[in-house]
């Protein structure tokens, strides 16, 4: 590295502190030629990673794309943030650590919906549907199901038989009785 006044490449790192802005490391540093200071930010380079849809597109692995879904997925479900959070994390570490470079969207999907059918059987159905694109009640009835068949059946009073429909739920504030 060379100082941007002189290009001197004698130079002093005169404070070091974490950024606020993302992951990087701010260095204040000075020259030891003509005593300019400048500052210089190190940043950790994470190692991309491509999903690939059905169509044959690629696109960057986005992590908040993956938790925007999984927000809808869950929707007025008893449900945290931070356990969503806490999934997409998971995920990417596995998909990191797995070290490919491209992976099959519907590979991530799958993930999802381990982790999601252990959380809560509506958000799975909701987002399987979706995921797998189911094309008629009929399918869905049969992932409820095989979900219903594997473990023992809890809180499907809500469930509403369309999880295609987005705004299903628009519940008036005040409207409770
Ligand atoms: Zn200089």
């Known amino acids: 590295m060379r100082c941007p006044y002189c290009g001197h490449h004698d130079l002093k790192v005169v404070d070091s502190r974490d950024s606020e802005v993302g992951e990087a490391i701010r260095r204040r540093r000075e020259c030891l030629q003509c005593g300019q200071r ?3 930010y ?3 380079e ?3 990673f491509y999903v690939t849809k059905k169509d044959g597109r ?3 692995f986005d992590p908040q794309k993956l938790f925007t879904g999984l927000k809808k997925a ?3 479900r008893d449900i945290s943030p931070e356990r969503l959070r806490a999934i997409v994390d998971d995920i990417e570490a596995e ?3 797995s070290g490919r470079v491209e992976i099959p969207s519907g590979e991530i999907g799958e993930m999802v919906m381990d982790r999601l059918r252990d959380l809560d059987e509506v958000a799975y159905i909701r987002f399987a549907s979706v995921y797998r ?3 008629d009640l009929q399918q869905v009835k049969r992932e409820i ?3 219903l068949s594997s473990r023992r059946p809890r809180c499907w009073e809500n469930f509403s038989g369309n999880p295609n429909s987005g705004k299903e739920s628009s519940a008036a504030p005040g409207a409770a009785r």
């Open 46 to 48: 994470a190692v991309p």
């Open 42 to 44: 190190e940043r950790i």
């Open 133 to 135: 694109e189911f094309m």
């Open 38 to 40: 400048f500052t210089t």
């Open 145 to 147: 199901e095989q979900v």
């Open 95 to 97: 998909l990191r650590r």
């Open 58 to 60: 690629r696109e960057d």
């Open 74 to 76: 869950t929707e007025k």
